[in-house]
């Protein structure tokens, strides 16, 4: 049966159409629609004698919903939130006061919490006063929401209300995932621990460059901030990227030249020492793991860097390493047509629409036609995590065949074809 999840601000419209959607499909005899007839509806109704609350009814229950109506209080509560109705928030909650405990999105695993700390999540102040006047406990999720979401009042006004505590060890990780440079600051001020007193690293380097954000400026950013409190990096010149140290980078060019030709392991770029884990768990387009920086550039956003690496003569045809099964040798130009931060710009629908590292690229010479095998797994958060590989491919056929879709760059390929690239 399928998984449904609210998103993070649902439309009412869009359900009532998904649920007369529904019924069409359980009257025309879709199986799909059958079988979820039968999972949700107490009652053994045939589907042609279905009506829309019996869809109403399956619909709300396939989101864990435990009605429509419920459904309903749902996308009313959180409509009311973003548009900072206190008075509207106040009679949801009052009327039905299990709403204030219960997950604002429904299912039990959204992290945006009941409705304090989804009202932090947007900075809503007297939304979330209010709700702890009547009884919402959940300050210290709101708190951790607030920071992440980088809602710097609304996290201090929250830090009073929980008497100004030190906010606990692992507070980090969430304005780390989000590349949230305003809350790791605050908490850093608030007292927060980059190592335990036994010097065990806390500060979560890890999330900070596996995350699947994109905003360099940020994570630099993150990680001089942990750096100041007590952190020390590796001296790579991986790590240098990751902290946009184009002198580091200066440096580690001085004392080898040989770097600009070098690959990277994925334990290079990902060090163990910093907590990154298997290769599954860094959120890429094009495998990272035995490429050059300027592969690392691409899909890290790092123009700047990518520009100096040219600037210093570095190949922009630089191939991957070949591994087992002879995948690999892929070009950075490959990388620019999936990625990380192609992503962003299809999940988003925000343009600009552009490809500036593949007008980058190409206008230094890469080749529209290099060819190269491939395989990828994509992080589970993406639900198919199985192995797909490809063949033979340019970096115009990656793009045409890559199984998901939303991490290929069109413009990106349509400067390839304009630049004589084939399939």
Known sequence: MPVRWLPVYPNLDQLKHQAKDLLRA????????????????????EPPAAKLADAQLVLARSYEASSWTRLVQAVELVDAIWRDDLEMVRGLVTTNPKLLHEPTLIRKNSNWGPPMTYAA???????????????????????????????????????AMLGKPVPPDGALGGPAYTLSAEGTALLLDLGVRVRDAAGKLLAPVDVVIQTDGRNPSAKHAILEMY??????????????????????????????PGILGRTFSHRDIYPAEMGCGDEIDATVGTPLGGTTLLHMCVDYDEMEIARWLLDKGMDVNARAAVGDGGFGGYTALFATVVSQPNFWMNHNKRGPFVAPLTRLLLEHGADPNARASLWKRLHPGHGDDARHEYRNVTALSWGRRFHAPIFVSEPAMRLIEEAGGVE
């Open 121 to 159: 999540n947007v900075g809503r102040d007297r939304i979330i006063q209010m709700l702890h006047g009547i009884g919402a406990i959940d300050l210290e999720s709101a708190m951790g929401r607030a920071a992440l979401q980088g809602k710097i009042g609304t996290a201090k006004m929250l830090h």
């Open 26 to 45: 359980m009257h025309a005899g879709d199986p799909a629609a059958i079988a979820e007839l039968r999972e949700h509806h107490p009652d053994p109704i």
């Open 227 to 256: 750096e100041r409190h007590g952190v020390e990096f590796p001296d790579t010149p991986p790590m240098a990227l990751h902290r946009g140290r184009i002198d580091l980078l200066e440096e580690h060019l001085r004392r080898d």
